[in-house]
Structures are given as C-alpha cells and as structure tokens.
C-alpha cells in the first residue's frame, strides 16, 4: 500500500501565483522527501525534510513537516510555466539499511498557465 | 555524468515473452531499486538491492526478478510478460550509508505488453 498520498490530484494556476500542495502519509519516517517529474521523464530530487525538522527552504520551494499529523506541504512561490509538472512526495522509513524503502504518493499534477 | 542509464526507452513484447530491462548507474552508489508507475498510482517499488550479491523484494514483486552482480548494473527481468505489467519503470539509484540523500532516477523504460 502506499504510503503517502498528496492533495490535490491536480491543480491549475496563473502563472505569478502560489502552488500548494500537500502530502500525508501513515508511518513514522526517517525524512520525507518532494520529486518533480516532467511529462514523459524520471523524476528528479526537489527537497529533503529530515524527521526532526519543521521547515526548510530551497529557491522559490518551502516544505513544512508535521510528524504528528503526518502530513507535510509543498509550496512553489512565483510560479512560472516551467513548473508545469507531477509532483510526488516520498518517505523513507527505517534505519536498517536492509529495510529501508522509498514509498511514493501518487502525485499531484500542476499546471501553471502563462 | 550519465548518471542512472536505462535500455530500451520504449518496448513492445507479447504476451509470455520474456526480455531484460537494463539499468546502470556511474555514481558508485550501493543502493538501487526498479519502480513501476501507473496511472493514478504514483510508484510502486518492485525491487531493490543494497549492494553486490545483495536483492530483496519490494511491493510489487510477482512476474519481475532482478540480480545484482555488479555494484553499477541492476537488470530487471520478465520471465513470462502479462499485459498487467504494461506500464513505465524507473530505476533509482542512492547512497546506501547516507540516511538523508536523494535518489538519482533513469528517463524510463515504456513497456507494452500486447
């Protein structure tokens, strides 16, 4: 089963504006992390949340980790058309090296309108 | 670099046909894995290896096997193509011992199984 789930399945925006999106997930984790994925690419490494922290920035990108919800949020300031893409999140769980998976949501896909 | 090299990018197999997805990897990385992404599901781990000599299963293993001779190559194998394994899979790579790192994925291998 997976283990994150992201809201919304798909949002459209113009382009200047604020994206939001937001991810939960059932288990403790090591980190969380956000991927992009351009149409018809691999997905490519945005952001890396530890479990320990709250709020960490990058560029135009701010993910916030709520561990006792759950849940964390991936907000893109100043959208432009080029961040047309899916996004996923992913969460790393357990310290044992043998065990330890990357589980992915299912994406939310944000169209940024110029 | 070239990073996470996947062949072929696009294929076609029949029914009960058998073939070989290739991945490399040039970044020395002890970790790999093999996802498949459908629609609507995000990714689904199949498989992952945490060094030479070393595999074990993920989510969705049934249909797929994988070996892991080399640290740099990590094929994935239908042995008997079913058109439930239609679909695109990705190969990632990442440090083993690093807890807090990125995974590097592969552009993608397109199946269509007919």
């Known amino acids: 089963s997976q283990q994150g789930e992201e809201d919304p399945q798909a949002l459209s925006i113009q382009e200047g504006e604020n994206a939001t999106m937001n991810c939960s997930y059932k288990?403790?984790?090591?980190?969380l992390q956000w991927y992009r994925q351009n149409s018809g690419r691999g997905l490519v490494h945005l952001i890396l949340?530890?479990?320990?922290?709250r709020e960490k920035h990058s560029g135009r990108l701010r993910v916030t980790l709520d561990t006792s919800k759950k849940s964390s949020s991936l907000l893109i300031t100043a959208s432009r058309a080029a961040d047309t893409a899916s996004y996923f999140c992913a969460t790393l769980t357990s310290q044992v090296v043998s065990a330890r998976q990357l589980t992915f949501g299912s994406g939310t896909q944000l169209t940024v309108l110029p | 670099n070239a990073g996470v090299t996947q062949t072929p990018k696009f294929q076609v197999l029949k029914t009960g046909q058998s073939m070989t997805l290739q991945c490399a990897q040039d970044?020395?990385?002890?970790?790999m894995s093999w996802y498949r992404q459908d629609p609507g599901m995000g990714l689904r781990l199949i498989h992952y290896s945490v060094g030479a000599g070393i595999t074990d299963q993920g989510e969705v293993p049934n249909g797929y096997n994988v070996s892991r001779s080399t640290t740099e190559d990590f094929p994935l194998r239908l042995l008997s193509a079913a058109p439930s394994q239609t679909s695109v899979y990705f190969c990632?790579?990442?440090?083993?011992?690093?807890?807090?790192?990125?995974?590097?994925f592969g552009q993608g291998t397109r199946l269509t199984v007919v």
């Open positions: 949340i530890r479990s320990n922290e």
């Open positions: 990632a790579s990442s440090y083993r011992d690093k807890l807090n790192t990125e995974a590097f």
């Open positions: 288990t403790s984790i090591n980190n």
């Open positions: 970044m020395n990385h002890e970790y």
